[in-house]
């Protein structure tokens, strides 16, 4: 097995891994990201960014693209591959797998992978995904040009993506299980001022029903009442949230009750050399521009713990036992 060592492993290619990737060639640190797809991670999947500082607007693939090239002009090292198991060796080094079967070495990683759509385990949602059931606007919402579609969810991405959809639809339905959103007040009041929009408040999704063509309809409950409805709609589109994408991490990191991995403020987990930076970190907002400001810090933190470790084997080398190394890692 041919194993490809580095200073530092970043796993996931969207904002916070560009950006951890950018810093990193910066500071000259040998560094690969790993990603199994183009450049952008939910980017890819964004109409419109328009809350990034000094870009008053602009679209979130260009922005996938410029962050990309921007990152690649100081020596970005980008590899596809989908990293399956992330272990520590006998050295405290980190092994990557992927599942097209090559392994990365390095003593730090910085984890970036950002978390995947959450699904509604409502009956019929797996068997009219791609045929009606979507969980991204941006790639399916032209196939509902003049039709009924519904959204579920009531959180930024519901909010922001169902107003990308009113582009479309002739009518939108936005099925919330409470009376209020959680989205930002602003994407609110852009989705609601829209006349081709309709809430239905209280409101969960029992069914997901069609035919053989695809989707033609939700069986829907008003939690508050028991009152059993149906609605006729030929495309659904879930935004319901987020699993953070820690499944590769063969060892236990800590994390909050929904998954999500818990750091301190220099980006460390429980696992000393272990980042985390990005969506898939345990905290009050997950924007584009957490996710950088997280990356930065994490590639800085990581540089100091790559000295300091690299410092703790010299002086165990030279006889003193590591104590460097071992007080490090205690503090982590
Ligand atoms: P989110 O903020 O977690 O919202 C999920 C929404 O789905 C909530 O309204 C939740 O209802 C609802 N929900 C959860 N489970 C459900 C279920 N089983 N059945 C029905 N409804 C369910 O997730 P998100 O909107 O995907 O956003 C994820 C993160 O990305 C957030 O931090 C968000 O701020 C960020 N984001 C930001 C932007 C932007 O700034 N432009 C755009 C997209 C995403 P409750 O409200 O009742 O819990």
């Not at 759509?117 to 196939?143: M, Q, T, W």
């Not at 987020?242 to 999500?260: A, R």
């Not at 403020?265 to 521009?289: E, K, N, Y």
Request: glycine share 12%; aromatic share 6%; hydrophobic share 40%.
């Amino acid at each position: 097995m041919e194993v490809r060592d580095h200073q530092l492993i970043i796993v996931g290619a969207g904002p916070a891994g560009l950006c951890a990737a950018l810093y990193a060639a910066r500071s000259e640190i040998d560094a690969v990201l790993i990603d199994p797809g183009p450049a952008g991670g939910q980017l890819l999947l964004t109409d419109r960014v328009d809350d990034y500082p000094g870009i008053k607007t602009i679209g979130g693939m260009e922005l996938a693209d410029a962050m990309a090239e921007h990152a690649e002009s100081f020596g970005m090292k980008l590899t596809r591959g989908t990293v399956k198991s992330i272990e520590r060796d006998s050295e405290g080094r980190f092994l990557a797998e992927t599942a097209e079967g090559d392994t990365y070495r390095a003593p730090a990683v910085i984890m970036t992978a950002g978390g995947t759509h959450k699904l509604l385990n409502a009956p019929g949602e797996a068997e009219y995904a791609g045929r009606g059931v979507s969980y991204c606007a941006i790639c399916d919402g032209a196939f509902f040009k003049g039709e009924r579609i519904a959204v579920i969810g009531g959180g930024d991405a519901a909010v922001e993506e169902g107003e990308f959809l009113t582009r479309y639809a002739e009518k939108l339905y936005v099925i919330h299980r409470r009376d209020e959103f959680r989205a930002q007040k602003m994407l609110q009041d852009h989705l609601l001022g829209n006349p081709k929009v309709e809430v239905i408040w209280d409101t969960v999704v029992d069914e997901i029903v069609g035919q053989p063509t695809g989707v033609s309809g939700l069986k829907l409950r008003n939690v508050k009442t028991g009152h059993e409805s149906e609605l006729d709609v030929s495309g659904v589109f879930i935004f319901i949230g987020f699993t953070p994408n820690t499944g590769s991490l063969k060892e236990h990191v800590d994390h909050d009750e929904s998954g999500y991995i818990v750091t301190d403020g220099d980006m460390r987990t429980s696992i000393p050399g272990l980042f985390a930076a990005g969506d898939l970190r345990s905290q009050l907002v997950r924007q584009i521009t957490t996710a950088v400001g997280d990356a930065t810090t994490a590639v800085f933190a990581a540089e100091r713990y790559l000295k300091e470790r690299s410092a703790a084997r010299d002086t165990s080398e030279n006889g003193s036992e590591g104590q460097t190394e071992t007080m490090m890692e205690s503090n982590a």
